[in-house]
């Protein structure tokens, strides 16, 4: 007899990921049809036309094809520093790409991000702390299967939050404990709304065990001050909460009132060492959007030796990450260097995408705000806007979202699933799509608005 859902695992059933849900099958099922459509559901920046940077691909080519190495040809198709630094790379993977590498990642990679660390926070990073994973999805998922081991063990996630976590922590059993970040005030976090959440998880008999924080924030596009971080990290240490600090847009800042600072950073500039935190880089986001790649890493600090030792079995299970997207990571955290040959075509390339991406915030920024009916916070970081959205009386943003996508075929996520203060309405879309689809995404949503009933 088949499996019937009725033999599948609760948390399974009730796990749910509104980013590639029913809208976006729905979307598909359009496009099938002959219908254009719009995607602002999902960061996939290469999907809606960000380029790939040449020294990424350049690099990954020799290592997958290292004869390219010995070709007479490659000289003059490659430049010298990247032809050194795949050797690198093939002498550190020992087999090359083909092959396992230790279960935490190559050690050469590691060292490359621990230098990357130590360089951008002026603090120190080992090797021995990095993990290597498949996108910084399976790290934040690693990091929640060793916190959690039961129903009564809360995590808490901002709300709006990326479905990530919410889905995570219901499939391994575990409790969402919300708490509300302060739409009025750019999102930013609020130790009131903090303590709040903390006290309504404890009366019901729930043990609070890490606090989650997305900087720069998804879908908020929210980026947090030295003393907003100073304070979270306050709030984890009288509650003795690990943090699990989500750090893949760090380098989508476009406001110049706005900097990123790292959880790590922060950390040792209060001299805190008592606190455990889990940080998570990517490959996917900024300017690298390599999200098939699937690579990016987690950096532990301030865990007990028999922690970590549970965290590295845990590890294993998987064998390894894979070894392209390693490869792309050791890309991201090693770029060229002033002098290298190089250097001027990547500065370009990196410069050219993020002028764009600073463009199209806002410009969809100032044109949300430009819709009766429709308000957006400054999106001063990530890669999405999140407006509230005024809807007639008796529908639901869900409904919103999927009438929107018959009427103009834009798909957008509703903020049902992302979490929404009680009483207010919300979508996520991206800055991602051109900047002439930027302007048609805002002309078509604007009609639609106008006649909404």
Same mark, same amino acid.
């Given at each position: 007899?088949? *499996? ?14 509104? /980013? ?10 359009? #496009? ?113 299967? *060793? ?65 989650? /924080? ?92 028999? *922690? ?47 002028? #764009? ?33 005024? /809807? ?19 798909? *957008? ?28 995404? /805002? ?11």
């Amino acid at each position: 007899m088949p *499996v019937r859902l009725t033999d599948l695992s609760l948390t399974v059933l009730e796990t749910q990921y509104a /980013v590639r849900g029913p809208i976006v099958a729905r979307a598909a099922e359009l #496009e099938k049809a002959g219908r254009r459509v719009l995607y602002g559901n999902i960061g996939n920046p290469q999907a809606l036309g960000q380029k790939p940077l040449s020294y990424i691909r350049q690099i990954l080519a020799l290592c997958e094809y290292p004869a390219l190495l010995d070709s007479p040809a490659t000289s003059a198709s490659f430049p010298s520093d990247v032809a050194e630094k795949a050797r690198r790379v093939l002498e550190a993977t020992k087999y090359g790409l083909g092959a396992y590498s230790e279960s935490k990642g190559v050690l050469m990679i590691r060292e490359a991000v621990a230098s990357f660390i130590a360089e951008r926070d002026g603090i120190e990073a080992r090797p021995e702390s990095i993990f290597l994973g498949d996108g910084a999805s399976k790290s934040v998922q690693l990091a929640l299967r *060793v916190l959690i081991s039961s129903r009564a063990d809360g995590i808490m996630v901002p709300i709006p939050q990326y479905p990530l976590y919410s889905a995570t922590i219901t499939l391994y059993g575990g409790t969402q404990i919300p708490y509300y970040l302060d739409e009025d005030r750019d999102w930013c976090v609020s130790r009131e709304l903090l303590e709040r959440a903390f006290m309504d998880a404890v009366r019901k008999g729930i043990k609070p065990r890490a606090i989650c /924080v997305l900087n720069p924030g998804n879908p908020t596009g929210a980026v947090l001050d030295h003393d907003n971080i100073a304070m979270i990290i306050d709030f984890a240490r009288s509650h003795d909460l690990s943090i699990l600090t989500d750090e893949v847009y760090q380098e989508d800042v476009y406001l110049t009132d706005f900097s990123f600072y790292s959880f790590a950073k922060v950390m040792a500039d209060l001299g805190v060492s008592d606190v455990s935190l889990f940080s998570f880089h990517s490959i996917s986001k900024g300017f690298i959007g390599e999200c098939g790649h699937r690579g990016g890493y987690m950096e532990i600090r301030n865990l007990p030796d028999e *922690v970590v030792e549970q965290i590295e079995k845990l590890q294993s299970v998987s064998l390894c990450s894979n070894l392209p997207g390693q490869v792309v990571t050791y890309c991201m955290v090693n770029p060229p260097r002033e002098g290298e040959p190089s250097y001027p075509l990547y500065v370009a390339e990196r410069d050219h995408i993020m002028d #764009e991406l600073r463009a199209r915030a806002k410009i969809l920024a100032e044109g949300l705000n430009g819709i009766p009916g429709i308000h957006c916070t400054r999106i001063a970081g990530a890669m999405y806007a999140f407006p509230r959205i005024t /809807v007639p009386s008796g529908k639901t943003d869900d409904q919103y979202c999927f009438d929107l996508l018959e009427a103009t075929g834009l798909c *957008v996520v509703p903020g049902s699933g992302f979490g929404q203060l009680p009483g207010t309405h919300h979508f996520r879309t991206t800055i991602l799509p051109e900047t002439a689809q930027i302007h048609e995404f /805002v002309e078509k949503l604007a009609a639609f608005q106008a006649s909404y009933k």
